[in-house]
């Protein structure tokens, strides 16, 4: 499958903690994309890295692409109830396709 | 208000009888496609399309039709649908301008086939 797959599938944290997830792929993919999925909707943007980017940051999200291992991380600092979601990895593969991974499910305890 | 608009969003049908999800954006995005959504799998590419009447398969495309005689519309057809095509079904669309285009996708359409 050229899916890409997160870890953990679920992850439960009290608010105020910090809540990693991780995504790894196995095919190269330009530009990898983290998306966010409140139940049933549907998805969101929340931040890119490029191919030749290694860490970016954008509010409380902190993403790192390591591409040799075909890998990267999203990291939410602080977490708030809001923040329960369903959290993905995508990107568009060397063509046209685009793939996204099953997904991390993120519950923030209040 | 940039949009991905897809129709309807809640639908049972019975096996075989045809449908047709519509999805239109309003961006002026060259590229669109079509995903479901099912548990555990997450989400999984039926058809893209690079530009008009330029359309190719993803990763699940059978039993599914698509076209592209306008750049906002891409139609969903399932000619004669089968109860392993309930699923939750997603349109959306990109720019092709520049890499690492943001995907914008529609709020879903949940499919029900008895």
């Known amino acids: 499958s050229q ?3 997160e870890d953990p599938q679920a992850l439960s944290i009290q608010e105020g903690e910090n809540a ?7 095919t190269s993919i330009n530009n990898l994309q983290w998306y966010r999925q409140n139940s049933g909707r549907g998805l969101v943007h929340l931040i890119l890295i490029r191919s030749n980017e290694r860490e970016k940051h954008s509010g409380r999200l902190r993403v790192t692409l390591d591409t040799s291992k075909k890998s990267s ?3 939410i600092t602080a977490s ?5 979601a369903s959290y993905f990895c995508g990107g568009r593969l060397g063509g046209f396709k685009t793939i996204f991974g099953a997904g991390t499910r993120l519950f923030v305890k209040a | 208000e940039a949009q991905v608009t897809q129709n309807p969003r809640y639908l049972i049908t019975v096996t075989g009888k045809k449908l047709t999800v519509t999805c ?12 479901r959504q099912d548990p555990g799998l997450g989400l999984r590419q039926i058809y893209y399309s690079m530009n008009v009447e330029v359309t190719d398969k993803g990763d699940v495309p ?14 969903l057809i399932l ?3 089968s109860p392993n095509q309930t699923s939750l079904y997603f349109c959306a669309s990109s720019f092709e301008g520049s890499p690492g ?3 914008y996708f529609g709020e879903g359409s949940w499919l029900t086939v008895v």
């Open chain 1, 3 to 5: 899916q890409g797959e």
């Open chain 2, 101 to 103: 285009n943001t995907i």
């Open chain 1, 80 to 84: 708030r109830a809001a923040d329960t």
């Open chain 2, 79 to 81: 000619e004669s649908p």
């Open chain 1, 20 to 26: 990693t997830m991780n995504c790894s792929y196995k």
């Open chain 2, 24 to 35: 239109s954006q309003n961006m002026n995005h060259e590229y669109m496609s079509w995903y």
């Open chain 2, 62 to 75: 059978e039993g599914y039709k698509v076209s592209r005689k306008e750049k906002r519309n891409f139609p």
């Open chain 1, 73 to 75: 991380s999203l990291l």
